[in-house]
């Protein structure tokens, strides 16, 4: 294992401050420094630039991004249990580290950043992880605060988000919506015995970058269309959604889309058309 820094091993840490990781809060740990080394470098040269990281409970991620030479660090803590093992990461890297103890649904980062651009890299919880992803890809700002995020999710949970029309089983509401702002793409995956305790499931990191112009689309027109149509997905549309705009045949003719396709035939870009033919049908 690589030697990033002269701080205690990371087991020896969770022994000193007893963090025993918590299923309730989606907790798994990551001890191995040559892979929270690797999750680092997968979000790009870190010199000089803002980060912020969301569960970083005794902090073997936040080690691995700081060693990088990032100029300021932001972490977002749920686990009161986990300040101490992070106050002694900060005081080793004075003035780089800065903590806030409370829970990332509830905490807007634009508010720490003072107008910063930042780059997110975070194993997140799994429990949080998906709703903290939409709610950062679907804020009405774009573009957004964010730079790029490098994430770690359940295996099918990266699968989801990255994929599209012609990978049918996962192709869904989440994989619209970030295929919509976002170019994702899975960079690796990290196998269950790297975590303490080893979850039931391999897990994937993902990098997503925002797309400047996405197609003008309301956000909320278009979680909806997506969740009428994948709601039903083995359905033709022109049933699917008729819970979403009751004449759906006369919809989707003036989208342009055949009736009778089924939710995962159409692209990313079609469901942008629906949502604008909806608007401008209900004006």
Same mark, same amino acid.
């Given at each position: 294992?690589?030697?990033?820094?002269?701080?205690?091993?990371?087991?020896?840490?969770?022994?000193?401050?007893?963090?025993?990781? &918590?299923?309730?809060?989606?907790?798994?740990?990551?001890?191995?420094?040559?892979?929270?080394?690797?999750?680092?470098?997968?979000?790009?040269?870190?010199?000089?630039?803002?980060?912020?990281?969301?569960?970083?409970?005794?902090?073997?991620?936040?080690?691995?991004?700081?060693?990088?030479?990032?100029?300021?660090?932001?972490?977002?803590?749920?686990?009161?249990?986990?300040?101490?093992?992070?106050?002694?990461?900060?005081?080793?890297?004075?003035?780089?580290?800065?903590?806030?103890?409370?829970?990332?649904?509830?905490?807007?980062?634009?508010?720490?950043?003072?107008?910063?651009?930042?780059?997110?890299?975070?194993?997140?919880?799994?429990?949080?992880?998906?709703?903290?992803?939409?709610?950062?890809?679907?804020?009405? $700002? @774009?573009?957004? @605060? @964010?730079? %790029?995020?490098?994430?770690?999710?359940?295996?099918?949970?990266?699968?989801? +988000?990255?994929?599209?029309?012609? $990978?049918? %089983?996962?192709?869904?509401? /989440?994989?619209?919506?970030?295929? @919509?702002?976002?170019?994702?793409?899975?960079?690796?995956?990290?196998?269950?015995?790297?975590?303490?305790?080893?979850? &039931?499931?391999?897990?994937? +990191?993902?990098?997503?970058?925002?797309?400047?112009?996405?197609?003008?689309? %309301? +956000?909320?027109?278009?979680?909806?269309?997506?969740?009428?149509?994948?709601?039903?997905?083995?359905?033709? /549309?022109?049933?699917?959604?008729?819970?979403?705009?009751?004449?759906?045949?006369?919809? /989707?003719?003036?989208?342009?889309?055949?009736?009778?396709?089924?939710?995962?035939?159409?692209?990313?870009?079609?469901?942008?058309?629906?949502?604008?033919?909806?608007?401008?049908?209900?004006?």
């Amino acid at each position: 294992m690589a030697q990033i820094d002269n701080l205690p091993p990371l087991r020896e840490v969770v022994q000193t401050y007893g963090l025993m990781a &918590k299923k309730s809060l989606g907790q798994n740990f990551l001890f191995d420094l040559n892979l929270t080394s690797r999750i680092a470098r997968a979000g790009g040269p870190l010199e000089g630039k803002t980060v912020v990281e969301v569960g970083p409970g005794p902090g073997g991620l936040t080690r691995a991004i700081l060693a990088a030479g990032v100029q300021k660090l932001i972490v977002i803590e749920r686990d009161s249990r986990c300040l101490p093992a992070l106050q002694e990461i900060s005081d080793y890297y004075p003035g780089k580290l800065e903590i806030i103890e409370g829970d990332a649904l509830e905490i807007d980062p634009r508010a720490l950043l003072n107008g910063r651009p930042a780059r997110i890299i975070s194993n997140l919880p799994y429990n949080v992880g998906t709703v903290l992803l939409t709610n950062w890809v679907s804020n009405p $700002d @774009w573009p957004p @605060w @964010w730079e %790029s995020m490098t994430l770690m999710f359940q295996k099918e949970v990266a699968e989801r +988000i990255v994929a599209d029309e012609s $990978d049918t %089983s996962n192709y869904g509401r /989440l994989a619209v919506l970030c295929g @919509w702002r976002t170019e994702a793409h899975i960079l690796f995956d990290v196998p269950p015995t790297a975590f303490v305790p080893p979850p &039931k499931v391999t897990s994937s +990191i993902v990098h997503l970058k925002p797309r400047q112009k996405p197609q003008e689309c %309301s +956000i909320q027109s278009l979680e909806a269309v997506a969740r009428a149509a994948f709601g039903q997905r083995r359905k033709m /549309l022109r049933q699917s959604l008729k819970s979403f705009y009751g004449d759906a045949q006369k919809l /989707l003719e003036a989208a342009g889309i055949e009736p009778t396709a089924r939710a995962e035939d159409i692209p990313v870009s079609a469901y942008v058309e629906l949502a604008n033919t909806f608007d401008r049908l209900k004006k």
